[in-house]
């Protein structure tokens, strides 16, 4: 069975920061890319930032870039996301996405945790 699960969520001010962690289980986590998305209220899903399977490589949205790091511990199988100067428009559900699809022709994610960011 594949678990990914979100912690660190929850209210931080604007100009804050905040460092969501995704903690897995149930597939070779060192083989596969790791995403985060959002969701904001009344608005579509959104990829954040992805990084490569070794970490070398990271992409982020226009939005993230300079302010979001994306990160992972291949030995105890996590990915974080370092959100820093964060925006009131930026309160949204955050998830962990394993991207799998390359081999199981679908992304596996995590529950989603509400991240809320306050004036």
């Known amino acids: 069975q594949i678990d990914l699960v979100e912690s660190g969520g929850g209210l931080v001010k604007s100009g804050g920061s905040l460092r969501l962690s995704c903690d897995t289980s149930?597939?070779?986590?060192?083989?596969?890319?790791m995403s985060w998305y959002r969701q904001a209220p009344g608005k579509e899903r959104e990829l954040v930032a992805t990084?490569?399977?070794?970490?070398?490589?990271?992409n982020y949205a226009e939005s993230a870039k300079g302010r979001f790091t994306i990160s992972r511990n291949n030995d105890v199988r996590e990915v974080y996301i370092q959100m820093n100067k964060m925006e009131n428009e930026e309160k949204a559900v955050y998830y962990c996405?394993?991207?799998?699809?390359?081999?199981?022709?679908?992304?596996?994610w995590g529950q989603g945790i509400q991240v809320t960011v306050s004036s």
């Open positions: 996405v394993a991207v799998t699809r390359a081999i199981w022709n679908s992304d596996y």
């Open positions: 990084i490569s399977s070794s970490g070398d490589n990271t």
């Open positions: 149930g597939f070779a986590f060192s083989k596969f890319p």
